[in-house]
């Protein structure tokens, strides 16, 4: 008797003790997980974004991205406060990371940019950076998508940003990678999987009539285009000037004596009316777009996001960094706008604990009445 009393209350202890358990479950914040979308400048929303969940108390235990996502999903993995990540875009002199190269295979070698990135990163692998993070390419020669969970974080990450067209493609372990919005521009569907309870995705893709096809917009470039632009004309010229020099193909002499005086980028630049971008990038920037916004539809159909955040921008196009303040309030006011959203997603995903909790403190129940017995 004095035996089935002991192990009675020993039966008791235990389910009590699994009940606190359980309870101290059900309180346990939910892991968050954000995807960070592709959308060039537009993805310094991300920045606000991640400072307002912060700020209440959201802070994200896992990231993914894409693109401008993969940047700014990189820096804040590797431990950047996103504070440090708005001072360093606001203050990064975006002109001198642009390498340009005969176009070959794109206009830019991305050397400059994969040499800031490494520095930020402290050029840590994925093993060893703050928060699990996944970076998203394309691989081109395949036509699959890539994801990056190791390696050098700053070289995935540059294969993920790498516009076709605009970038020189990044081979790793024999593929060619390029940007990650090509195959999934919102990349949501490791997060569950990283161990994230709630999915935040980012969303920056945009109304293509209002930002391509408007005649008004078309004119009006912000200054770092036109900086864009004038380095472009300059860095293609200069490249231009040194084939001919080294004879790399074959110019009449009479020709090249008339060509000298006129192979000025000012001269150049003085017939380029206007204040539009090339037009090939334009053509392949709107291309990019208008693929990511399918996309982006169909990414946002996953089952598993629970939260969207999707800022609002006033006339802002691809490379107008100037306008950087302008994209991160747009992500503060968006991130503000969506706490509702997430707190209403924790008291869900709260009440599912509680509901799993208590199934199992009546199997708990049912175990010790038929062990007493």
Request: aromatic share 8%.
């Amino acid at each position: 008797m004095f035996r089935k009393l002991i192990e009675g209350e020993t039966e008791i202890t235990k389910y009590k003790n699994e009940q606190n358990k359980s309870i101290v479950m059900a309180r346990k914040k939910p892991k968050i997980g954000i995807a960070l979308g592709a959308g060039a400048v537009r993805g310094m929303a991300h920045i606000g974004i991640l400072k307002v969940l912060e700020e209440n108390g959201f802070e994200p235990d896992y990231v993914t991205g894409t693109s401008i996502g993969a940047i700014i999903g990189a820096f804040y993995a590797s431990g950047r406060s996103p504070e440090w990540i708005e001072r360093f875009v606001l203050y990064t002199r975006w002109k001198e990371l642009l390498d340009f190269t005969i176009p070959n295979r794109g206009f830019l070698e991305g050397r400059s940019i994969e040499a800031s990135l490494q520095r930020v990163t402290r050029h840590r692998s994925f093993d060893d950076i703050e928060k699990p993070l996944r970076v998203v390419a394309t691989d081109i020669t395949n036509n699959e998508k890539v994801v990056f969970k190791e390696g050098n974080v700053a070289k995935a990450t540059r294969a993920s940003m790498s516009i076709p067209g605009v970038f020189d493609p990044v081979e790793i372990h024999g593929k060619k990678l390029v940007d990650g919005a090509m195959v999934d521009p919102i990349p949501t569907e490791d997060l569950k999987e990283m161990g994230a309870d709630i999915v935040i995705a980012v969303d920056l893709s945009i109304n293509i009539h209002e930002y391509y096809m408007s005649k008004k917009d078309v004119k009006e470039q912000g200054g770092f285009t036109e900086v864009l632009k004038e380095k472009l004309v300059t860095e293609e010229i200069r490249h231009l000037k040194t084939s001919i020099k080294k004879r790399k193909f074959w110019v009449p002499r009479f020709l090249l004596f008339l060509l000298s005086p006129l192979l000025k980028p000012k001269k150049i630049l003085r017939f380029m009316t206007g204040k539009q971008m090339p037009e090939i990038i334009q053509i392949l920037l709107q291309a990019q777009d208008m693929l990511g916004n399918q996309l982006s539809k169909e990414k946002l159909k996953n089952q598993d996001i629970d939260v969207v955040i999707k800022p609002k921008f006033k006339g802002v196009k691809w490379a107008e960094f100037d306008k950087t303040n302008h994209c991160i309030q747009a992500g503060e006011i968006a991130a503000l706008r969506a706490l509702p959203d997430i707190k209403k997603a924790i008291r869900k995903f709260n009440r599912g604990k509680k509901a799993s909790s208590g199934s199992k403190r009546k199997k708990g129940k049912l175990k010790s009445k038929r062990k007493n017995k």
